[in-house]
Each structure stands twice: as structure tokens, then as C-alpha cells.
């Protein structure tokens, strides 16, 4: 049996469980030293990623070929719902946003040289990478207005611009840069991917943006003052930045929505566990109908957002964008989540807002994800203009198509 929406083959469910086992023995009781930061959270990281080669859990995003464990998009979505009910898992798996996607990039549009440069040590782990599109100064929900120009002079690119929200820009070895090369030319034939080595002079972190009070979120300000790279460094070809971006990002929001989804699933966890050992007005709050209500409803919406994602996967599988599919699961997967862990924070009281429980660390970045990789209002046009074209063309919408 193959995998599919609903059910997985027995080699998927095989490796679904090792990874559950991984999470249990090595993720869950790590995160509060890696959450520490520092030396001795990097060498503990660095054992847990030595752990997931070592069982050939590696790289589930990337085909074999690319260094990954070539299982496909659909069979990742299981194994990536249960990673990603961790934070601190998605690197010891070798699967971290933006390196996954950059690495997913490399691999389809870089050179024999860009990948051995590039691609092989990201791979490996022995390298960060950043994803540097956003610009303080415009909208990124519309980025056809970025400013960032890369000029030609000789056998060089001349990059001059300021981006923010280029996660993991501290301590990365190179940015994927997007940038205007032609601006003459169409609005989504204007720009280009470039390389830059980080210790490119002209490079710089102008400064660290705080996200919800965490002053080293690891989003900051990056400055290309006169950056000069060998023209060798264009990824893909020239004009082509949206094509590779929109390649990028549409597996990229399917990633972060598995992700949410194990989000959910531990909010709902912990929720259900808490509701039947906490009593409050003669027995457990998990008599009370207002918390079977929030248990069922949650349950089903979650099902409800798995089922869509997986849906989206398969297509991406098959060859397909899925345009309109990713932009659905991106709102909607990421709204459940919000509600969930919003519910679970509200059953555990006071202690639902503590650092005593991941709840309300979770709750931010699933909040966040509501702005990252295209806010809420962008998917639900994109959603809208699929079905209005339909009907726009005389049609009905069918629900049953695939
Ligand atoms: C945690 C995090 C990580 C990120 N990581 C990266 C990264 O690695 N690399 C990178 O390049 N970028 C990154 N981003 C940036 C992200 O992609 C942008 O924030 C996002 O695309 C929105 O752009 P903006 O913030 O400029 O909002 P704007 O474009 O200014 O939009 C503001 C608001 O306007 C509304 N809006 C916009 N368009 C419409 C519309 N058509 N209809 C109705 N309402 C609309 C929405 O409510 C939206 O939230 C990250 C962002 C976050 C929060």
C-alpha cells in the first residue's frame, strides 16, 4: 500500500514512529537546555543531529540525491507533523526553515559549483543560510515594490539595499538575496536570487529586531552596502527571482503548516491532560461542558487541517504547485493552531501564560506564522480568485475535483 490522504504505507508509519521515538527520548528532554543558547546547547544540538543521521532520519525534506532521505513530499508531511511539535526539532532533523527551502532552491537552480559550495555543507549541517527578501520600507505582502538593486559592472553584481526579517542572518554563512536586475522589464520579471557569503565586505547586521520582547530573535536589519559578488553568484537565471521564490515558498508554507500542525496536536495534548487532572467545582474541568466543547471542536478542526495539508501535499507531489490549495491551508492550518493553543492556554489558567509549560512560547509563533510567508488577508484573495474565476467563466466550483 502507497501512501496516501488518509492512510500511510507501512514503510511511512515504520519511520513516523522512529521519529515519535526520537522525540520522546532525545527532543522533548532537551529543550530546556538548548532553549539556553550558547556552547554547550550548540555541542548538545550537534549530538542529536549526529543521533538523526546515524538512524537515517536525516533530511526528510530533500531527495537522496541532495543528501536527504528521498521520501517525498506526502510521506514528509507525516514525519514533519510530529516534528514540528517541537521548536527545537526541526534543526536536530536537519529540516530548519529558511535552510530547508534554500536548500530546496540550490538544489533545483544552482550550478555544479554553487552546490558543492553551497548546498553540500548546508546539507550537512555544517553551515546556516538565510532567506533575505523583505524590506523595512515596503510592502512584503506585495514584494513586485522591492528596492534592492543588484547592478552588473564587469563579472561582478553590485548589491545595495536593506532588508529585515532575514531569519537567521546572525551566524549564517550566506543569503539568498533578492534582488531588482531589471527594472525595466515586467514587475514579476524584475528581479533576480543572488548568493552573498556573509563575510562579504559591505554585508552587515545593521541591528537585531526584538520579536515578542526577545531582543535576539534572530530577524534583524541587514545592510548591502556596495556588495560585490562574482556575477557566477546569480542563482537560477536572470529575471527569474519570482519564479524560484514562488518555488520556494509554496513546499515552504506546506512545511510551516505541518509544523503548525504539530503545534496543535501538543496544545491539544496538553489540554486534554490538563482538563481531566484539574478539578475545580466538585470534579475534573474535563466534566465541564464548555471543555468537552473546546476538546471536540478542536479535534475536528485539527483533523480537518491535517486532512487539507495532506491534500496539498500530494498535488505538490504529483507535480502540481497547488497554488491555491497551499494558500488555503496556509490561513486555515495556521488559524486552528492559533485556536488551539489559545483554547489549552485558557484550560490551564494562570499557569497557561507561565513559562512552566511550552503554551504560550507556542502560542507566539503560531500567531506569527499568521504574518510570515504572506499574511492571512493575501491567501484568502488568492483562495477567492481561484473559485471567482470559475465562476467568472460561466462554471460552478467542484468541490470533488482534486
Ligand atoms: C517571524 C517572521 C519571519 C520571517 N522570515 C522572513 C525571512 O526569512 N525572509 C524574508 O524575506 N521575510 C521574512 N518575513 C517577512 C514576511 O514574509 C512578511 O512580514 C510578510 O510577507 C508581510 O509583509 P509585511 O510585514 O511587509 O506586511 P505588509 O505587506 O505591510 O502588510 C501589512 C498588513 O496589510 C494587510 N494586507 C496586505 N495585503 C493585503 C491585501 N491584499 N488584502 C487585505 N489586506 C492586506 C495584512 O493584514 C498585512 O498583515 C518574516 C516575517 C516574520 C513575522
Not at 553551515?127 to 520600507?137: G, V
Not at 505582502?141 to 552588473?152: E, H, I, K, M, S
Not at 509544523?259 to 486534554?272: E, P, S, V, Y
Not at 490549495?325 to 492559533?338: D, G, L, P, R
Request: overall charge negative; proline content about 5%; hydrophobic content about 40%.
Amino acid at each position: 500500500m502507497s501512501d496516501d490522504v488518509l492512510t500511510m504505507s507501512s514503510d511511512t508509519r515504520a519511520k513516523r514512529e522512529a521519529v515519535i521515538q526520537f522525540m520522546e527520548d532525545h527532543i522533548y528532554p532537551s529543550e530546556g537546555a538548548l532553549q539556553q543558547g550558547g556552547d554547550e546547547a550548540e555541542a548538545l544540538m550537534a549530538s542529536l543531529q549526529a543521533k538523526t543521521k546515524e538512524l537515517g532520519l536525516w533530511a526528510p525534506h530533500l531527495p537522496a540525491e541532495a543528501g536527504g532521505m528521498g521520501i517525498g513530499f506526502l510521506p514528509y508531511a507525516y514525519l514533519n507533523e510530529v516534528i514540528g511539535r517541537s521548536t527545537a526539532a526541526p534543526r536536530a532533523f536537519g529540516s530548519q526553515a529558511p535552510d530547508s527551502g534554500n536548500a530546496e532552491v540550490l538544489h533545483q537552480y544552482g550550478t555544479p559549483e554553487q552546490k558543492e559550495k553551497w548546498l553540500a555543507p548546508l546539507v550537512n549541517g555544517d553551515i546556516r543560510s538565510c532567506f533575505s527578501m523583505t524590506e523595512p520600507a515596503v510592502s512584503g505582502a506585495d514584494p513586485t515594490g522591492l528596492q534592492t538593486t543588484a547592478v552588473r559592472e564587469g563579472d561582478e553584481w553590485v548589491i545595495n539595499g536593506r532588508k529585515w526579517f532575514s531569519s537567521g542572518a546572525v551566524g549564517s554563512s550566506f543569503a539568498v538575496v533578492m534582488c531588482v536586475t531589471d527594472p525595466d522589464q515586467p514587475p514579476h520579471s524584475r528581479m533576480s536570487q543572488v548568493l552573498v557569503p556573509t563575510d562579504t565586505p559591505g554585508f552587515s547586521i545593521e541591528r537585531e529586531v526584538a520579536v515578542w520582547g526577545d531582543a535576539h530573535s534572530n530577524h534583524p536589519i541587514v545592510r548591502y552596502d556596495n556588495v560585490r559578488v562574482p556575477v557566477t553568484n546569480l542563482l537560477g537565471e536572470q529575471g527569474a527571482g519570482f519564479k524560484i521564490a514562488q518555488r520556494r515558498l509554496g513546499p515552504g508554507r506546506i512545511h510551516h503548516c505541518m509544523r503548525a500542525l504539530g503545534q496543535a496536536q501538543r496544545a491539544f495534548d496538553l489540554m486534554c491532560q490538563h482538563s481531566l487532572k484539574r478539578e475545580a467545582f466538585g470534579g475534573p474541568l474535563a466534566d465541564k461542558q464548555t471543555m468537552q466543547n473546546w476538546v471536540a471542536d478542536s479535534l475536528v478542526n485539527i483533523q480537518a487541517a491535517r486532512l487539507l495539508t495532506m491534500q496539498a501535499a500530494r498535488k505538490i507531489d504529483q507535480g502540481d504547485e497547488a497554488r491555491m490549495e497551499v494558500s488555503a491551508i496556509k490561513f486555515f492550518v495556521v488559524n486552528v493552531t492559533c485556536d488551539v493553543i489559545d483554547k489549552a492556554i485558557q484550560v490551564h489558567g494562570a499557569l497557561g501564560v507561565t513559562a512552566d509549560t511550552p503554551l504560550q512560547a507556542m502560542y507566539k509563533g503560531a500567531r506569527t506564522l499568521r504574518i510570515a510567508d504572506g499574511p492571512d488577508e493575501v491567501h484568502r484573495m488568492v483562495v477567492a480568485r481561484h473559485a471567482l474565476r470559475t465562476y467568472r467563466q460561466g462554471e460552478t466550483w467542484d468541490f470533488a475535483a482534486d
